[in-house]
């Protein structure tokens, strides 16, 4: 065994399908190393001398799911089914969720543009440089191909998420569902819209008393929401529209947004909610005695309906 080989055999990991192996130790690290062994090799020699021996550089890679959550396929396909019997029907549904905070300012925003010059932006993306924060809450329309955006400049909470709901149940759903009386909402299962967050559940039975809806909610269990349909059929639009440019107004976030356009007809509409909302809300024990909720017999911790209370 030569001193390289000596002194990599307790810094190496491998894999043992492709032999490949890689190493946490530098270049640098182990010319000093070898120095100190008394073999003295230029960085160029000491590469070559890995790369002989099935060394490679390696990048982390996002492959690992974790422990998956009981029950979990099953969800899916009850939250396939209930949606397929509602779009059946033309009744609306909704998949919800709150895109990534954005500061709005002279900040570098991801991504490439056509341009003839580069765009000189804030060289650090400090938040006392920022004109504010935006917190965006999606609405997809599942059966209508269709988004809406409420923008808030506070905190991402319950009470802002419904109040979003009721935005654009006001001003698109009902023009679009005339006379429908029940509504299906596709939400992830933690944040503002968590399954198990009763402020969350206490809005709705706002929502549901005050325009007479059924409210019906199914979750997708933790660490699955890239599979919630406004992942993959609104949010990536957006983040494509504005992609390399910065956000340096709320009017122009919410230009980004309302001129989002995909080939399958998706359209997008937006709105500000300067409302200051407050974080840390409990609910009294006597209003959550009035939340009309009936779990389902399937998994009744991520499905459940809410009705409402009769006028």
């Known amino acids: 065994m030569t001193a390289l080989d000596h002194l990599m055999k307790d810094a190496t990991a491998g894999d043992p399908i492709s032999g490949l192996l890689w190493t946490h130790k530098s270049l640098r ?6 120095r100190r062994e008394g073999y003295t090799l230029s960085l160029t020699t000491i590469s070559r001398l890995l790369r002989q021996r099935s060394y490679s550089l390696r990048v982390n890679r996002k492959r690992v799911a974790g422990k998956q959550v009981a029950g979990r396929d ?25 895109k990534k905070k954005e500061l709005i300012g002279n900040f570098k925003n991801a991504g490439r543009e056509w341009n003839r ?18 917190i965006p809450y999606g609405i997809y329309d599942v059966g209508r191909n ?22 654009w149940w006001v001003a698109v759903g009902q023009k679009q569902y005339p006379g429908e009386t ?3 909402i596709e939400a992830d299962g933690g944040g503002s819209n968590g399954n198990q967050c009763l402020v969350w559940k206490a809005r709705l039975q706002d929502l549901a008393d005050e325009f007479g809806l059924r409210i019906t909610v199914t979750h997708y269990p933790t660490g699955t929401s890239k599979w919630n349909p406004i992942e993959h059929r609104m949010f990536n639009l957006i983040s494509g529209n ?29 709105r500000l909610d300067k409302t200051i909302y407050q974080t840390g809300i409990k609910i009294s024990l006597e209003e959550a005695a009035r939340i009309r909720l009936r779990p ?11 009705y409402p209370h009769a006028k």
């Open 29 to 34: 690290q182990i010319r000093r190393a070898l």
């Open 74 to 98: 099953q969800q899916f396909q009850y939250i396939e089914q209930r949606r397929k019997a509602f779009l059946r029907r033309n009744k609306p549904v909704i998949s919800v969720d709150t």
């Open 117 to 134: 010059e580069g765009r000189d932006v804030n060289m650090y993306d400090f938040a006392s440089q920022a004109e504010g924060r935006a």
């Open 146 to 167: 269709q988004g809406y955006v409420v923008v808030g400049i506070s905190h991402d909470t319950p009470e802002f998420a419904v109040t979003s709901i009721r935005a």
């Open 182 to 184: 029940h509504l299906l």
């Open 242 to 270: 504005w992609a390399g440019q910065p956000l340096e107004s709320y009017e122009r976030m919410l230009k980004h947004i309302r001129t989002t356009r995909s080939a399958t007809g998706f359209r997008c509409k937006a």
């Open 296 to 306: 389902h017999k399937l998994f009744p911790q991520w499905n459940y309906t809410i």
